[in-house]
C-alpha cells in the first residue's frame, strides 16, 4: 500500500525546491508588487504544478525507471504506486496548480504554468526523450520557464530580465544533465534513451558540455549588467561562471573511457551549487531591496 512520503517522492521534491527557488527569486526582483498572500499562494501554485510534472513523468517513465540504477526505487516502477494513481495525481495536482495560479495571481502566469506542466510531460516525457539526444537541450526549456512564471505572476507581463532568468537555466540544463549522463551511461543505453553520449560518444559529448558553459557564463552575469541583479550578483557570477568553464574545461580534456569518470562528476556537482548559489543570491538582494523600500517608506 502506497504510504504518504511515496506519494511526496512522485513530486519529485528535490527538483520541486529549484523550481520553487528560482520562481520566487523571479517574482522577488520584478518590479510588480504582490501582498505577501497572493505570493505565497502563487508560489504554492508553481510548486504544485511543478509535482504534478514530477507524477506524470514518473507514470509514463516507469518501464525505463525500473531497468535504471538511478530510478528503479522510485515509486511506479518498484511498485508502491500504481500507474493509474499516478496519472490521476498529476492530472488532479496539474488543474489546482494552474487554477490556484490563476486566482492568485493572473492567467498569463496560470497559462505558462500550464503550458510547462504540458511541456514537460507530453513534449519532452513522451516525445523528445526517447527521439533525439537533443532531448534534454529542447526539454530543459521546461525546467527554466519558473522564474518566468514567478516574474509573470507579481508583473502580469513578460519582459527581457525575465528571459534572461529562463536563459540562464535553458543554457545550464544541457551542460548538468550530460555530466551525469556521462557517468550514467550504461544506465541509459540499457534503457534505450538516446542520451548524447550514447548515440555521439563521450568526447563530442564533452566537447558541448564545454561550449554550453562558454556561453552560459556570460549569460550568468547578464543580470548584473541589465541593472535589476546588484554587485554582490555581479562579483558571484564571475566567479562561479569562471568556475563551471574551469570544471567543463577539465570534463573536455577527461581521457576517453576514464572508467571514474571524476571531472564529469565534480561537474555535475558543482552546476547545482552554481545555479543555486545564482539564485539564492538574486533572491537576497531582492528581499534586501524590498526590506529597506519599505523601511525607507
Keep these: ?15 520541486m525546491s529549484l523550481v520553487v527557488l528560482t520562481a520566487i527569486a523571479g517574482l522577488v526582483v520584478s518590479p510588480g508588487h504582490m501582498s505577501p498572500t497572493l505570493a505565497f499562494f502563487s508560489i504554492l ?9 514530477g507524477s506524470l513523468n514518473m507514470w509514463y517513465d516507469a518501464d525505463i525507471d525500473g531497468v535504471m ?10 511498485g508502491r504506486v500504481d500507474p493509474e494513481t499516478a496519472l490521476s495525481f498529476g492530472i488532479g495536482l496539474s488543474i489546482l496548480g494552474v487554477s490556484l495560479l490563476g486566482l492568485a495571481a493572473n492567467w498569463l502566469a496560470a497559462g505558462l504554468l500550464a503550458f510547462t506542466i504540458f511541456f514537460y510531460a ?18 530543459g526549456a521546461a525546467g527554466a520557464f519558473p522564474p518566468m512564471i514567478g516574474w509573470a505572476a507579481a508583473t502580469g507581463g513578460i519582459s527581457i530580465e525575465s528571459v534572461t532568468l529562463f536563459l540562464i537555466i535553458f543554457l545550464w540544463t544541457p551542460p548538468h544533465f550530460w555530466a551525469l549522463a556521462l557517468f550514467k551511461l550504461r544506465d541509459y543505453d540499457n534503457a534505450g534513451v538516446p542520451m548524447l553520449p550514447n548515440v555521439a560518444g563521450e568526447r563530442a559529448t564533452r566537447i558541448q558540455i564545454f561550449a554550453y558553459s562558454l556561453i552560459l557564463a556570460p549569460i550568468g552575469v547578464a543580470p548584473f549588467l541589465l541593472g535589476f541583479a546588484g554587485p554582490v550578483y555581479g562579483v558571484a557570477s564571475v566567479l562561479l561562471g569562471a568556475n563551471f568553464v ?10 576517453d573511457g576514464d572508467p571514474k569518470m571524476i ?15 545564482l539564485f ?9 531591496t524590498h526590506l529597506l523600500s519599505a523601511f525607507g517608506g
Design 69 to 78: 540504477t538511478r530510478t528503479a526505487k522510485r515509486p511506479v516502477p518498484s
Design 122 to 139: 507530453v513534449v519532452y516525457t513522451m516525445g523528445l526523450k526517447r527521439w533525439t539526444p537533443q532531448n534534454i537541450v529542447i526539454g
Design 246 to 255: 574551469r570544471h567543463a574545461y577539465r570534463t573536455l580534456k577527461m581521457p
Design 263 to 277: 571531472p564529469a562528476k565534480k561537474l555535475f556537482g558543482f552546476s547545482i551549487l552554481y545555479l543555486f548559489g
Design 45 to 53: 501554485a508553481i510548486a504544485i504544478g511543478a509535482g504534478a510534472a
Design 280 to 288: 539564492a543570491i538574486l533572491l537576497g538582494e531582492g528581499l534586501v
Design 1 to 15: 500500500m502506497a504510504q504518504p512520503r511515496d506519494f511526496l517522492a512522485l513530486l519529485k521534491p528535490r527538483v
